[in-house]
């Protein structure tokens, strides 16, 4: 017995449970699959299944649009309807066209008609969900790559997902975020107050539009409590909730330093929480991160161990095995807290060797540690008693946010403006904050788009 599979749409009165309407969107053969890709739908004909399924239920929704005409809003006359409108709507897999009913006034000496779109009733012919998906390929990918994967996403190129409005969207929505992120968190946004924080400021540099520069720096931060560190297994371990934030702003830190504050308040910072710092010792982080000071207990500034092994590493690939215990022997003394120690050791060291460029490093090593020695901790007894004085748990947040998306071509060039609203997306996509408060900003940008960010 042979047999076909069809696909229905049905309009069903509710009370009387009465098929109003039946419509059959498609039949499909029932055949004996040869190979695999004969199980199913194919990709484009599932796009092309829900495209009209999408057409079944928006001409049902389109004559309920209900624009809230009694009279006419000229003159105060009567009304009545006048044929349709025809309008754009585009889903996040297709496009379409909505037919809204038209209304003209009843007075022949006022003439007033109503021309509604989908734009002038719901503020956009976007769905939000539609723009979401935009801005985040945005954020992850240049305008020009997140265009080509919606259209294989889609299977079809549509106007609607073009670079130019994949960048708008995304400056968009960055604006927005930056706009939020100035502001002080509300009590119902922030966590419970926190007996202690970790703050780690680090940057990235962006290559610029800019003939007489090569690149701008951003700087990124990550916000989380000591107890929201999870152990995956022996060697790895996981931030499992944190506050991202970020700023490519030339303002004298003055953003950075808002964000940092902001995303310790939405951690729960206090003015009794003891706060533990940690940087890598550029003298813009620090800065940032002593604004902090102020609104906690304690401020405890570490130059983070994950950056000193570095340099470290970088002195040793460059100097002979020769002078490989001495190298060890200063950071075995400064691991253990002798900061005083090492330095001299480092000094002894550069001056035993005749190499002027194996010289420099080991100068560069010995003055980085010198500019740095309010930072230096004892490391190993923070180590033995479980204590923070490393962001290797989070550095490769600094990737994630900064390094990946704005250095994934060396032909890539930013503005600062339109860097930093990428960079926060990025920051709430890593922090998991968007996917909480996409929708709201999302929808605002499409309804109510800012000057600044179609500038950027």
């Given amino acids: 017995m042979d047999y076909e599979f069809r696909v229905v749409v049905e309009k069903v009165s509710i009370s009387s449970q009465e098929i109003v309407k039946r419509d059959t969107l498609k039949i499909y053969d029932i055949?004996?699959?040869?190979?695999?890709?004969?199980?199913?739908?194919?990709?484009?004909?599932?796009?092309?299944?829900?495209?009209?399924?999408?057409?079944?239920?928006?001409?049902?929704?389109?004559?309920?649009?209900?624009?809230?005409?009694?009279?006419?809003?000229?003159?105060?006359?009567?009304?009545?309807?006048?044929?349709?409108?025809?309008?754009?709507?585009?889903?996040?897999?297709?496009?379409?066209?909505?037919?809204?009913?038209?209304?003209?006034?009843?007075?022949?000496?006022?003439?007033?008609?109503?021309t509604p779109t989908t734009t002038t009733v719901f503020g956009t012919d976007i769905h939000p969900d539609l723009a979401k998906l935009q801005c985040e390929q945005g954020a992850l990918f240049s305008y020009r790559e997140a265009q080509t994967n919606l259209e294989k996403l889609n299977t079809t190129q549509r106007s609607i997902n073009n670079h130019t409005r994949i960048k708008d969207i995304t400056n968009q929505v960055g604006t927005l975020v930056d706009q939020d992120n100035h502001q002080l968190p509300t009590t119902q946004e922030c966590a419970p107050p926190a007996a202690a924080l970790i703050a780690q400021v680090d940057g990235g540099h962006i290559p610029i539009k800019d003939k007489d520069k090569r690149s701008f720096e951003a700087l990124s931060g990550i916000l989380y409590r000591p107890e929201n560190i999870q152990q995956v297994d022996k060697h790895h371990r996981q931030i499992v909730d944190k506050t991202c934030v970020v700023s490519a702003m030339d303002d004298d830190l003055a953003t950075m330093k808002r964000f940092v504050l902001n995303g310790a308040f939405r951690q729960g910072m206090t003015r009794k929480t003891w706060v533990t710092a940690l940087a890598d010792g550029a003298s813009n982080c620090w800065s940032v991160l002593l604004a902090l000071e102020p609104e906690c207990h304690t401020l405890e500034c570490i130059l983070d161990w994950f950056?000193?092994?570095?340099?470290?590493?970088?002195?040793?690939?460059?100097?002979?095995?020769?002078?490989?215990?001495?190298?060890?022997?200063?950071?075995?003394?400064?691991?253990?807290?002798?900061?005083?120690?090492?330095?001299?050791?480092?000094?002894?060291?550069?001056?035993?060797?005749?190499?002027?460029?194996?010289?420099?490093?080991?100068?560069?090593?010995?003055?980085?540690?010198?500019?740095?020695?309010?930072?230096?901790?004892?490391?190993?007894?923070?180590?033995?008693?479980?204590?923070?004085?490393?962001?290797?748990?989070?550095?490769?947040?600094?990737?994630?946010?900064?390094n990946t998306r704005h250095k994934r071509k060396r032909k890539m060039q930013w503005t600062r403006l339109g860097a930093h609203n990428v960079l926060q997306i990025r920051a709430k996509m890593v922090g998991k904050e968007w996917s909480e408060s996409w929708q709201e900003t999302v929808l605002n940008a499409l309804i109510n788009p800012t000057e600044d960010s179609i500038a950027a």
């Avoid at 340099?311 to 400064?334: C, H, M």
């Avoid at 010289?359 to 003055?367: A, F, M, R, Y």
Wanted: net charge positive; hydrophobic share 30%.
């Fill in 31 to 114: 055949n004996q699959p040869k190979s695999i890709l004969g199980l199913g739908l194919r990709h484009e004909e599932q796009i092309s299944l829900l495209s009209k399924i999408q057409n079944a239920l928006l001409a049902e929704q389109s004559v309920l649009i209900d624009l809230d005409y009694d009279v006419c809003p000229n003159c105060g006359e009567k009304i009545k309807k006048n044929g349709f409108m025809n309008s754009q709507f585009h889903a996040v897999f297709s496009d379409h066209k909505l037919r809204i009913q038209k209304h003209r006034c009843k007075n022949p000496n006022c003439n007033w008609q109503s």
């Fill in 307 to 402: 950056h000193i092994a570095k340099k470290f590493q970088n002195v040793r690939n460059i100097l002979a095995d020769t002078f490989e215990k001495s190298l060890d022997s200063a950071k075995w003394k400064l691991w253990h807290g002798k900061a005083e120690e090492a330095l001299s050791k480092l000094k002894l060291l550069q001056d035993n060797i005749t190499d002027e460029k194996k010289k420099s490093k080991v100068q560069g090593l010995h003055d980085y540690l010198k500019r740095n020695l309010p930072y230096l901790v004892n490391y190993d007894e923070r180590d033995k008693s479980g204590k923070t004085y490393t962001s290797q748990v989070a550095e490769s947040h600094i990737d994630s946010i900064i």
